[in-house]
Nanobody, 121 residues
């Protein structure tokens, strides 16, 4: 079994910063692409940022210049540093990872349970 556990969410004022963490545990041989998504009330889940095992990153337009995704492959952990937060960034933030559990197996996509980020104006 593989679990992704997010942490670091909370309430912050507009213009503030938060750092989200997502730690993967269980039977893990390799994590390829990992990413963060978010879902605001009444809206669909949307991509925030992704990062490959080699460190190549991709950001949604709203996150470019404000959000930074990073990872520690030795800890199977991915981070999202968010700065200059806006009220419209309020959402539940979910971690996602493509995990290979064994050297001979394929990749399976796993999701965390989500962490709430609330930005007050």
């Amino acid at each position: 079994q593989v679990q992704l556990v997010e942490s670091g969410g909370g309430l912050v004022q507009a213009g503030g910063s938060l750092r989200l963490s997502c730690a993967a545990s269980g039977s893990i041989s390799r994590i390829e692409i990992a990413g963060w998504y978010r879902q605001a009330p009444g809206k669909q889940r949307e991509l925030v940022a992704t990062i490959t095992r080699g460190g190549s990153t991709n950001y949604a337009d709203f996150g470019t210049g404000r959000f930074t995704i990073s990872r520690d492959n030795t800890k199977n952990t991915v981070y999202l540093q968010m700065s200059s937060l806006k009220p419209e960034d309020t959402a539940v933030y979910y971690c996602n990872a493509d995990v290979r559990r064994y050297s001979w197996s394929g990749y399976t996509s796993y999701w965390g349970q989500g962490t709430q980020v609330t930005v007050s104006s």
